[in-house]
């Protein structure tokens, strides 16, 4: 009976996950959620809900790890999908974006929170995304052995601020214009890898000069503040267009 009870349990914390995921939206913010509903969602009494949560933070910071957890596993698929052939960045950036399309609320959790008002969950948040990082990071230097750890993490970051910039404005778009923006993500994260490449060769050239990842991140930091205003820009061209009409 203990296990049936575990199973049922565990069912139950799941549905509970879900209908908190279900009932976000791009107005409705976790701290807007009531316990009430979510329970009610969930099909089970309010509480019931204590049985397996002590507080809806506790709910909230679960979402959290589970919001990280399903974009590293969405990424790993993407490493198998690469491995059958094609570009590493084109076919991960797909990955991503069909993540967005596919879990919108999922990513809305991890964005929101990793800037929120509560530092519990603004740091639940960073953990996720800097483990994230950390993959991204040793991905690259598996590819490349030749690139030290401190520089290939600063490529990751500008990689992942991109990313998850042009995720941001995705959840408001219609296809085509998401389609649009997810070739202009491909096409700047192929500029942050020249740029790393040819950092890298730079500095190799001269071995009195160590390769600083201080120096790296400030290319980075100027191809990432050129996509904050590139994203800026088309956003206002978007609503100019729309008024006029």
């Known amino acids: 009976m203990s296990g049936i009870r575990a199973k049922q349990k565990e069912k139950t914390r799941r549905a509970l996950i879900d209908a908190a995921f279900d009932q976000l939206s791009a107005e409705k913010k976790f701290f807007h959620l009531s316990l009430r509903e979510v329970s ?3 099909g089970i009494a309010p509480t019931s809900f204590y049985r397996h949560f002590k507080d809806m933070d506790e709910l909230g910071l679960s979402m959290v790890d589970e919001a ?20 590493v960045i084109a076919i991960s950036v797909e990955t991503f974006f069909e993540f967005i399309a596919n879990r919108p609320n999922v990513f809305r959790l991890l964005l929101r929170e990793s800037s929120g ?3 519990e969950f603004r740091t639940a948040a960073s953990r996720e995304i ?26 990751s970051e500008g990689m992942v601020t991109i990313v998850f910039t042009a995720g941001s404005h995705a959840l408001d778009m ?13 096409l700047q994260l192929r500029m ?23 120096n ?6 100027r191809i990432n503040r050129y996509s904050a205003i590139n994203f800026s820009l088309k956003s206002n061209i978007a609503t100019s267009t729309k008024l006029s009409r």
């Open 40 to 42: 009610r969602e969930a």
């Open 68 to 87: 990280g957890l399903i974009l590293r596993q969405l990424m790993r698929q993407a490493r198998k999908r690469i491995e059958d052939g094609g570009s």
């Open 117 to 119: 008002t509560s530092q």
């Open 130 to 155: 800097n483990h994230f990082v950390a993959e991204l990071a040793e991905y690259i230097m598996n590819k490349d052995k030749d690139i030290p750890a401190d520089i290939a993490k600063a490529q």
């Open 174 to 186: 219609n296809n085509q214009e998401r389609e649009a923006l997810k070739q202009r993500v491909i």
């Open 192 to 214: 942050i890898a020249k740029v790393q490449r040819c950092y890298w060769n730079i500095n190799q050239a001269n071995l009195d000069q160590k390769p600083s990842a201080t």
């Open 216 to 221: 790296t991140r400030f290319y980075f930091h």
